[in-house]
Structure formats: structure tokens, C-alpha cells
């Protein structure tokens, strides 16, 4: 198989974790007999100190012409004073309103040589296997009008969300169609006791679930859904919910596994995919081969697995990052003691090390 993929490092740590994934897809490449050829291209902070905008019409131009697009973090205090148009995570927005990602898929499932790297109890996080799939390209993110604006002498800022059936259908179905694979257990999580969109948000899911009869759907609110992961996180198997509520829980959820640097992401919905570890760009140990790699790693399987159908080559590296765990190896983020402390560097090599065909 040859896969043309678009490669954005990104800002901070996104350069090292993505140079770490590369490394493993290569050696997938090399055991499995695959030829993948990456374009490079800026986007966030560096693409704003480079060109002046936080998404160049060259990387998204890349990004369309490639079978899968890899993406590292972006993002910085050194841009946060910048105005809105010109704030490095535009990029993020762009792309996935571009390349009509409105489906974002974030599994949360703990290893189990991670289960006491957890801040939870064992008996809360051991087994957790949950996904939260989160609509991307609606709700206040993406809503209009949005401003800043002087009123009766004072400033006043504004954002609109706004949901659509046919975005909500979309969404939903996606949801289902994730759990009819698994557990065929959806919950639903809005805030229909209060927002007139979560009120069309639960009346659309419930009559898109009308087509899916083996899914079992539960519905919950976002506050007690951010109580609930944490005291009964075994209780879900899917979690579907709209752009800011899924920002939040699925942030809440890498905890479970015992640090956001494990948890990788999906956007998917247009005819090129995006796979992103969920953590931000970490400047302050940017640089310094501390970055926990396994979430853009485990990014990477999740690519090969849904844009390319190479379900044998992902378990490869689903079994070898689980291998590298239980042989006790550690970046600073899941270190405990009597562990071994590893580079971003290093845990990618241990991770190769260990891909067999």
C-alpha cells in the first residue's frame, strides 16, 4: 500500500511527538511492506511567525491532496495576546470547517499497567474503555454573530450557539454507528434543562435512534456527566455530545487513563481524516524530550485503522505500546516509582522495538 499523509508538527511539543510517530508508522512501513510519503506543512504559531496566518492556503491545499493528515499541537503563550484571527488554534478550527470534520472521535481506555497512574481508584478506572464522540464544526465554536463590542459605555462580548438538524442527525449517527461495534450503549449528554439547542439536540437523537434499534439510549446532562466520569466511568461506552460540551468531557476523560498525553483523536466526516493526540503544545517542556509520545502514536493506529483498513498493522501498535507499558517504561507524565523514566525519543524506540508483523 502507498498513503500520500500530510504531516503538521505543529507548535511546542507537537514537533517531537510527531517526529516519534513518524518513526513508528516507518517501521510499520518497513514490517509490513507499506510506502508512506509525507508533505510537510506549517500551521499555528509557527505558520503565523513564518507567514503571518495561522493556516497557509499551501497546507491546506496539502492537506486535501493527501489520504490522511497527521497533526501535532498548536498553540502558545507567546501568541495568546494576538487578536482573534491571528490566535494560533484558528488552524485547528480551519481545518476541520475546510476539510468538513464534524466528527470527533476520542477513545478513553486505560491500560492496565497504567491503572494505578491514575489519579482515581483502581476500582473506578480498571476496565474503563469508553469513546466520546463530539460534534466539531457547530455549536459556540463556530456559531455567529461573535464579538466584542462597546454597549451603554461599557464592553460586552458574545458568542452564539446554534445547532441544525441535519448537523445533530449527522453526529448521532455517527455515535451509533461506533457503538453498534461495540457495546451498542449510546448516552446522549446535553443541557436540554435549560438551552433550547440541547432541547433540539435530544429531540433529533432520539428520533435518528428510531433507526438503530439494537442501541440502548440514555440521555444525561453535561454537569452531571463531568460528576459521573469521574465517579462511574465504567457505566459509559459511548458518550455523544455537542463542540464545547465534548472539548471539556473528553479532557476529563483522558485523566481516567492516567494522563492526557495517552489519549489520541479522530476527526473524521470529509474525505481526509485528521488524527491528533488530544493535549495541548506544552512550551514549558518543549524541546526537552520529555513529551509523552503514545498519544500521537496511538493517533496513528487509529489512522491506519479507519482511513486505510490496516486493522492488523494498528493492533501492531496498540499491542506494542501495551507491551512497552507493562515492561515498566515510563515519560514523566505516567512515571511512578519503580518504573523506568524515558524519553520522548526512547519510548518511540522501545515502542518499534516491539512491532512484530
Not at 439547542?197 to 442501541?215: N, P
Not at 440514555?218 to 459509559?236: E, G, S, W
Amino acid at each position: 500500500m502507498n498513503k500520500k499523509i500530510a504531516v503538521i508538527p505543529g507548535d511546542g511539543i507537537g514537533i517531537e511527538v510527531v517526529a516519534a510517530a513518524l518513526t513508528v508508522l516507518q517501521k510499520i512501513g518497513k514490517t509490513f511492506n507499506h510506502t508512506f510519503a509525507y508533505t510537510k506543512g506549517l500551521a499555528g504559531g509557527a505558520a503565523l511567525d513564518a507567514l503571518g496566518v495561522p493556516l497557509p492556503d499551501e497546507t491546506l491545499a496539502k492537506c486535501r491532496e493527501s489520504d490522511a493528515v497527521i497533526l501535532g499541537a498548536v498553540g502558545g503563550p507567546k501568541w495568546d495576546m494576538n487578536p482573534q484571527q491571528l490566535r494560533p488554534e484558528q488552524a485547528l478550527l480551519a481545518l476541520r470547517k475546510e476539510l468538513g470534520l464534524y466528527s470527533n472521535i476520542r477513545p478513553a481506555k486505560i491500560y492496565s499497567a497504567l491503572v494505578d497512574a491514575s489519579s482515581l481508584k483502581r476500582e473506578v478506572v480498571e476496565g474503563v474503555d469508553l469513546i466520546v464522540v463530539r460534534e466539531l464544526t457547530g455549536g459556540l465554536y463556530f456559531g455567529t454573530p461573535r464579538g466584542i463590542e462597546s454597549r451603554d459605555r461599557e464592553l460586552v462580548g458574545f458568542n452564539t450557539m446554534i445547532y441544525s438538524e441535519s448537523e445533530i442527525q449527522r453526529i448521532a449517527r455517527s455515535a451509533f454507528e461506533i457503538a453498534m461495534a461495540r457495546g451498542k450503549k449510546v448516552c446522549s449528554v446535553d443541557k436540554a434543562n435549560i438551552l433550547e439547542t440541547s432541547q433540539l439536540w435530544r429531540t433529533v437523537v432520539i428520533e435518528t435512534a428510531k433507526e438503530y434499534s439494537d442501541i440502548e439510549l440514555t440521555h444525561m446532562y453535561v454537569d452531571n456527566c463531568a460528576m459521573q466520569l469521574i465517579r462511574n466511568p465504567k457505566q459509559f461506552d459511548v458518550i455523544v455530545t455537542e463542540n464545547m460540551f465534548g472539548d471539556i468531557l473528553s479532557d476529563a476523560a483522558a485523566m481516567l487513563t492516567g494522563s492526557i498525553g495517552m489519549l489520541a483523536s479522530a476527526s473524521v466526516g470529509g474525505s481526509v481524516a485528521m488524527y491528533e493526540p488530544v493535549h495541548g503544545s506544552a512550551p514549558d517542556i518543549a524541546g526537552q524530550n520529555k513529551a509523552n509520545p503514545i498519544a500521537t502514536i496511538a493517533s496513528v493506529a487509529m489512522m491506519l485503522r479507519f482511513s486505510f483498513s490496516l486493522g492488523r498493522e494498528a493492533d501492531a501498535i496498540e499491542k506494542a505500546i501495551e507491551d512497552v507499558l507493562s515492561a515498566g517504561y515510563r515519560t514523566g507524565d505516567i512515571y511512578t516509582k519503580g518504573t523506568t523514566l524515558v524519553g520522548t525519543r526512547e519510548m518511540a524506540d522501545h515502542i518499534c522495538q516491539r512491532i512484530v508483523s
